[in-house]
């Protein structure tokens, strides 16, 4: 690759967000377009996140008690018929394979748009006392929803993402799961993505399909539109009664299971890409960083210094740091605006004035303030930083966030908010009509409930008497 080749130019975040992302996600090799419309191909700089993604939610999963397990990609169509809400929310979006071995099939079967049905289906052969209970499963897997308008992985026609499956013996114990598991997805994203999330349930119109609670966590993006991050279903019998998942009780009983789902996928790094990037491109957290320290040799013809940029490269890896170190023959100040665009967190320079010096220059990726480090110091100092830099990007997102966030009492007061490119706070009277005249006004939907805070006397759509205190916002 030649200095000129390399296209630096992207479209500035402030007039064209869109363009913005879609530019990013593209010249950061994140992505590319598939062959089949409304399909990406991961590349490996993005896989790599969705690897240090998976390695750490899976240990989180883990110790919440769930193990790994995989179901078919292929479901029989019957198995969505049994359950009559969640197959009319799902049938728009269902891909069909009709035909197979050249011959044409005698029952359709879906691609998974989820795996409840396939998994409810298993489930019942699996549980038959409540000796077999709790059921705690998750799956990392594809799935396909047949989607219209689509961007890389905000919304895709397949998408790889992790589902958890479980059943429980009362309504109790699944309304604490349900509960439990938005907490781990909440601690996740807080901790590793840096990513401050609004949390609580979702309105009826909002909810899953087949579900009788569903809780959210909502992301605000740059743009002030929110980007549902992870989801957390309370399905109570609904999917036990409609596959037959029964367990023999203590009373000798038969009965049926309570069950839960919950849900994240690879939308979290457009979710990190929207909340942290700017005007230079990405802005990746540490812990998720494919490359956490860049390593950029000054003067790299003189004698000594790659050789002293690749001991600095393995003191850091020792020290648990991933680093690299740049040698490609391009000028330092070409490596200095593809690792910026890339968003790696920490960037070393290394030259033979430094070298006499004992000592780098250090550049911060999300802040971009420079200070000079001692050689000696690197292996703790920079583990030490990176930790900070992660603490004050989710600080950073906070502050931005809770800035954007009002107040409403009308109708006129929502779509002011919305129009300002905020999340708006709103008393809700509860019924469905006011919240389709919201989406028909504002372009704005509930996104969560946010009934702890307090809830207003009156509904700020209707005037009447209000029964929940509500975010809504324009979303991805």
Known sequence: MSEKQFVTQIADINDNFTQWYTDVVLKTELVDYGPVKGTMV????????????????????????????YFPLLIPMSFFTKEAEHVEGFAPEVAVVTHAGG?????????????????????SKWIQSYRDLPVIMNQWCNVMRWEKTTRPFLR?????????????????????????????????????????????????????AGAVATFGLEAMMRDGKSLQSGTSHYLGQNFS?????????????LKHGYTTSWGTSTRMIGAIIMTHGDQRGLVLPPRVAPIQTIIIPIAAHKGGVIEKAKEIESVLIKAGVRAQTDVRDMSPGWKFNEWEMKG?????????????????VLMRRD??????????ELATAIPALLDTIQKDMLK?????????????SSLDEILKGVEGQNFVKAGWCGCRECEDKVKETASATARVM???????????????????????????
Not at 45 to 55: L, P, R, S, V
Not at 241 to 253: E, G, R, T, V
Not at 396 to 408: G, L, M, Q, S
């Open 450 to 476: 946010c009934d702890e805070e307090g809830v207003p006397e009156v509904c700020a759509i209707c005037g009447k008497p209000a029964k929940h205190k509500v975010i809504f916002a324009r979303a991805y």
């Open 367 to 376: 802040t971009l303030e420079k200070q000079t480090v001692s050689i000696d």
């Open 156 to 208: 895709t026609s397949e998408f790889l993402w992790q589902e958890g499956h479980t059943v429980h013996a009362s309504e109790d114990e699944a309304m604490e799961e349900t509960i439990k598991m938005l907490n781990v997805y909440k601690d996740f994203m807080n901790e590793t993505l840096a990513l401050p999330v609004l949390c609580g349930r979702k309105t009826e119109k909002e909810k899953f």
């Open 103 to 123: 011959e044409k099939l005698e029952e359709p079967l879906a691609i998974r748009p989820t795996s409840e049905t396939v998994i409810g289906t298993m489930y």
């Open 396 to 408: 950073a997102a906070e502050v931005r966030r809770d800035a954007k966030i009002v107040e409403a």
């Open 344 to 360: 790696v967190p920490l960037r070393i320079e290394i030259g033979p004035r430094d070298i006499e010096n004992n000592q780098v």
């Open 241 to 253: 009664k409609a596959f037959d998942i029964k367990f023999l009780d203590k009373d000798s009983q």
């Open 42 to 69: 991961i590349r490996p700089y993005g896989y790599a996140i969705w690897e240090n993604i998976q390695k750490d939610m899976d240990a989180r999963f883990k110790e919440a008690g769930s193990q790994n397990a």
